[in-house]
């Protein structure tokens, strides 16, 4: 099935009536301070995993959890941009990584994992792109150590552009091998939605107090 036609993007606007839409780009002067949030990922590990190939792209269904802030949520899937969809400043990087999750009330939830290059890191995604791999540690797709997230309401990124997104990224990033990079690049090349108007919205930066 043919993946997504990111050169049409300016039509997806019609799929939604949702005016706060996503990515956006985080900004200093739009973002504010909030309450420190408990963090557990003992229920991410080993998964298998199932390929989906849809109109939207490739989806890796697997298994999972984590709770935030003493909630708890149900991974669903994962899966990749070739460059970052939520710019810092302005500025994008290698790939961001979403990882989709159902919440407590039955709405979505995405975590997302910016990345950067790490000639030292080990190969993770390319076998999983080329089909060699059926298996992942969803441990090795967030950083080792973070100590803030940025979370704001939005949309998915691609049609029908999917309303009342919680969103949480990972302000540290994850390295990435270089081969990885290349795999991004030729799987997905550029599967980046432009940034949206932020329209009023708040990014609220909350520390990490403690990781299990």
Request: charged share 25%.
């Amino acid at each position: 099935m043919d993946k997504l036609n990111y050169a049409h993007q300016i039509a997806w606007q019609h799929t939604t009536k949702e005016k706060d839409q996503s990515p956006i780009d985080i900004t200093k002067d739009a973002v504010v301070e909030g309450d420190c949030i408990h963090v557990d990922w003992k229920g991410l590990g080993p998964t298998a995993l199932t390929v989906k190939e849809k109109v939207i792209g490739d989806q890796y269904y697997c298994d999972g959890q984590i709770t935030l802030g003493g909630a708890t949520y149900q991974l669903e899937r994962f899966h990749t941009h070739q460059g970052y969809e939520h710019l810092i400043d302005g500025q994008s990087g290698p790939a961001e990584i979403h990882l989709v999750f159902k919440r407590p009330d039955g709405g979505v939830m995405v975590l997302g994992v910016w990345t950067e290059l790490d000639e030292e890191a080990p190969v993770l995604f390319a076998p999983v792109f080329e089909g060699k791999e059926t298996t992942i540690e969803l441990m090795d797709m967030v950083p080792k150590n973070f100590s803030m997230v940025y979370t704001y309401t939005g949309t998915l990124t691609t049609p029908p552009l999917k309303e009342d997104v919680h969103w949480v990224l990972l302000k540290e990033k994850l390295g990435i091998n270089p081969a990885d990079v290349a795999a991004f690049a030729q799987a997905y090349p550029h599967n980046v939605r432009e940034v949206q108007p932020l329209n009023g919205r708040e990014i609220v930066a909350r520390k990490v107090c403690s990781v299990d």
